[in-house]
Every structure is written in C-alpha cells, then in structure tokens.
C-alpha cells in the first residue's frame, strides 16, 4: 500500500538529538496510523512510537519523555524527533503505515523499509 522511504540517521553522541522524518506516498497518507519500530542487533523489532490519523500518540516507556512523534499530513511524512539519546537506542529505525491503533499498537501493518541506522556512541 503506503510506500515510505526513513532517513535522518547518523551517528550521535549521548545526550544528543536527532530527527527522522518519514516520507510516504500514496493519497491515503492521512487515514493511516503512522508508527516508528526500532531494531536492534541480536533483538526483536520493537515499537517506538505511534500516532494515530486523529493525532493521538503512544509511546514505550523507554522512551517516553525523550522522544516525540508527530505527522504532517500535507507533506505526506512523520517525523521522529529523539533527544537526550542514549547507547541503548542505537538500533535501525523504521516507520510503518497501520489500520489502526490498538492498545497502543498497530494493526494491519504494511511492509518493511530498509530503515536508517542510528548509532549512540561517543
């Protein structure tokens, strides 16, 4: 369906910021879900953050407080904006399209990206 295309990575010091913005095509951007999923190495992907058509947003715990997701429907792209980063967050980022927000999680999920690589290291 939605086609995305994540970038923004780099390598940053702890404590530093970044920001990821996800480009999507398709017409339809607007009635989706939107989320960002990381992925370690040796780990499960694991969801980061989402926001839901109408705005609403959810978080994990590791990274509540420090991290902010947002959308901007005219620009077709959601954005991921990290501060305070830590070596933990080191992993590959990638964002999703989704039917729907459930519980905090994403439903109907389309595929996967290459995603961009964030590294934490000083």
């Known amino acids: 369906q939605v086609q995305l295309v994540e970038s923004g990575g780099g390598l940053v010091q702890p404590g530093g910021s970044l920001r990821l913005p996800c480009a999507a095509s398709?017409?339809?951007?607007?009635?989706?879900?939107m989320g960002w999923y990381r992925q370690a190495p040796g780990k499960q992907r694991e969801l980061v953050a989402v926001?839901?058509?109408?705005?609403?947003?959810n978080y994990a715990d590791s990274v509540k407080g420090r991290f902010t997701i947002s959308r901007d429907n005219a620009k077709n792209t959601v954005y991921l904006q990290m501060n305070s980063l830590k070596p933990e967050d080191t992993a590959v980022y990638y964002c999703?399209?989704?039917?729907?927000?459930?519980?905090?999680?994403?439903?109907?999920?389309?595929?996967w990206g290459q995603g961009t690589q964030v590294t934490v290291s000083s």
């Open positions: 398709g017409s339809a951007f607007s009635i989706y879900a």
């Open positions: 999703n399209s989704g039917r729907a927000v459930v519980d905090g999680n994403m439903r109907g999920v389309g595929s």
């Open positions: 926001i839901a058509s109408g705005g609403s947003t």
